[in-house]
């Protein structure tokens, strides 16, 4: 339990960032104007949702497509 607390400062705010990155990336995939690109909205949800950090990113680089 101390070996969690000595770490905690550091995992909130990869924490925080993971959350943000992930309503982020879900509220902009699921507006209704939005094209992607390579897969579909479902698949980029799943991406988004489990693919921590990394996922969101993806997203946002490579797979949505510019109008």
Known sequence: MDTLLQYLPLLLPI???Q???LALGLYDL???ERRVRWFSKRVW???IFFVNIIGPL???FVGREDE
Do not use: P, S
């Open 58 to 60: 993806a997203y946002f």
């Open 45 to 47: 949800a799943v991406i």
């Open 15 to 17: 924490f925080a960032l």
């Open 30 to 32: 699921f507006q209704e």
């Open 19 to 21: 959350l943000i990155l």
